[in-house]
């Protein structure tokens, strides 16, 4: 069984800083790719940022320049840094990851339960 941890959201002017943790556990053989998703009420989740296990990057065209993300292998762990932030960015921010349990084994996907990000204006 795998268990995926968010924690660092909370309330926030706009023009701050918030950084989230996303922490993978269990019988994980590899996580190849962590990635932030958000759901705003009454919204479809989306992709907020992603990073591959190489260190490459991705993210959505509404964060770029003011979220970053980063992650430790050796601990399982993606960050979410954002700066900047804008009551737009309020929703439940969620981390997925996609690990192999075994070498060369299939790959599968794992949600965490979300953290709330509250920007106000």
């Known amino acids: 069984q795998v268990h995926v941890v968010e924690s660092g959201g909370g309330l926030v002017q706009a023009g701050e800083s918030l950084r989230l943790s996303c922490v993978a556990s269990?019988?994980?053989?590899?996580?190849?790719?962590m990635g932030w998703y958000r759901q705003a009420p009454g919204e479809q989740r989306e992709l907020v940022a992603v990073?591959?296990?190489?260190?490459?990057?991705r993210f959505a065209d509404s964060v770029k320049g003011r979220f970053s993300i980063s992650r430790d292998n050796a601990k399982n762990s993606a960050y979410l840094q954002m700066n900047s932030l804008k009551p737009e960015d309020t929703a439940v921010y969620y981390c997925?990851?996609?690990?192999?349990?075994?070498?060369?084994?299939?790959?599968?996907?794992?949600w965490g339960q979300g953290t709330q990000v509250t920007v106000s204006s």
């Open positions: 997925k990851v996609i690990v192999r349990l075994i070498v060369d084994g299939p790959q599968y996907q794992y």
């Open positions: 269990g019988s994980i053989f590899s996580v190849n790719v």
């Open positions: 990073i591959n296990s190489d260190g490459s990057t």
